[in-house]
């Protein structure tokens, strides 16, 4: 057995994703087409056809008759807020214990989402039963895994820090928060290249560790030299020659998840101006199609409601600090709202023909107050850190509290946060 599986892994290259083999087509000379070449051109276009371009089609279709329809045109908050509200009080479908070492994550989206809509849709009650299950995965305050007995983890203590950030200290739980403890194990995560393990010893490393870690650290105070050294040169080579960041240094594939998390580390870290922010504007123009007139997450990929977030929050940082608009707000605002709301079940999809979730619900409303303003940065503030030196203006009829687009968390409580632990 291990002698097959040896010879198999010599002579496969390492490749990820599906392998296709390759397609070849001999092209006919003028002479050879002259009759009928419309046809032989119609077929050879048929010929390039793959899954994901018939499956555009046929989104591209659904979108065009939702996006022709005017009386979709509102976000239908009260709706939302009964999808939300319903984990609080009744139990979670059991085809989601597969989600259980995502419960911080299930945590800081559903309550962002309520308290996004509506500062005063996450009830005291709620924020209390918040606290109470994030002290019981680590009674000492920190670091978190997804849920008890498992393994610290920096997607975990990223969702449980921006949870309790939007719980306005109810019982006094800023301050149940184990800053030194966590700091000593961000060290821990620490690699020499500037990367972070997502758990010590078994964990990855990619910019995703880098924005967990970087945002946990700058909310609560703990944003060292020491820590962040090497951050930056690991970030800036994982721009790729298509303009988005890779999750890796040096040519890995451009995904709109991986230069989120690129593009806000480095704007904590005041060194935007370290990269190509031309060519990475145009890599996020590119990312909204006009027939969808929503946002993907790379190239030849299917438009997804949460990328609004992901491609749509790096645009409104590259927009605060200062280099222009460079997606279409009002044309997102039309793909949310008219493409991904149904008037038979509550909470936001990715796309047509999919379910609502927690997880597109939230990051669709984050998308939604992206639209809704315009972001700039106080000039009269000149550190790096610029979590409370947003200026967020409406420049819609806004229905939606104001989201910082570095942390994903409504500015007011995330300044209220940051001033806590300065
Ligand atoms: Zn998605």
Known sequence: MSSQLSSFQNSTPKLLGRKRSPTERIVPSEEESSSGSEESVVAMVKEMDTETTEARDK??????????????NTLNKEFHRRYLDSPFSHPLPPGMVALDASAPWLLYWIANGLRTMNQSWLKTETQYRIQEKVFRVNPHGGPFGGGLGQLPHLAG????????????????????????????????????????????????????????????????????????????????????????????PHEDEAHGGYTFCAVA?????????????????????????NDEKGLSGRSNKLVDVCYSFWVGGTAAILEAYGYGNCINKAELK???????????????????????????????????????NSFQLDPRVSNSLKIDSFIINP??????????????????????FYKHFK
């Open 59 to 72: 989104l591209i279709y659904e979108c065009r008759l939702l996006l022709e329809r005017d009386e979709s």
């Open 157 to 248: 203590t990223y969702a449980i820090v921006n949870a309790l950030a939007i719980c306005d200290n109810v019982e006094g739980c800023w301050d149940k928060i184990n800053r030194t403890s966590i700091y000593d194990w961000l060290l821990s995560l620490k690699r020499e290249d500037g990367g972070f393990q997502t758990c010590l010893g078994v964990g990855e490393y990619d910019t995703r560790g880098i924005y967990c870690a970087i945002s946990i650290a700058s909310m609560l105070g703990l944003l060292t030299q020491e820590l962040c050294e090497n951050v930056v040169e690991f970030l800036i080579h994982c721009q790729n020659y298509e303009g988005g960041f890779g999750g890796v």
């Open 265 to 289: 580390s480095l704007a904590i870290l005041g060194a935007l101006d370290r990269i190509d922010v031309e060519k990475l504007t145009d890599w996020c123009s590119q990312r909204q199609y």
């Open 334 to 372: 039309e793909y949310i709202l008219k493409c991904c709301q149904m008037e038979t079940r509550p909470g936001i999809r990715d796309k047509p023909g999919t379910r609502p979730d927690f997880y597109h619900t939230n990051y669709g409303l984050l998308g939604v107050a992206i639209t809704e």
């Open 395 to 416: 420049i819609d009829n806004s229905v939606l509290e104001p989201i910082n687009p570095v942390y994903g968390l409504p500015s007011s409580d995330l300044e209220k």
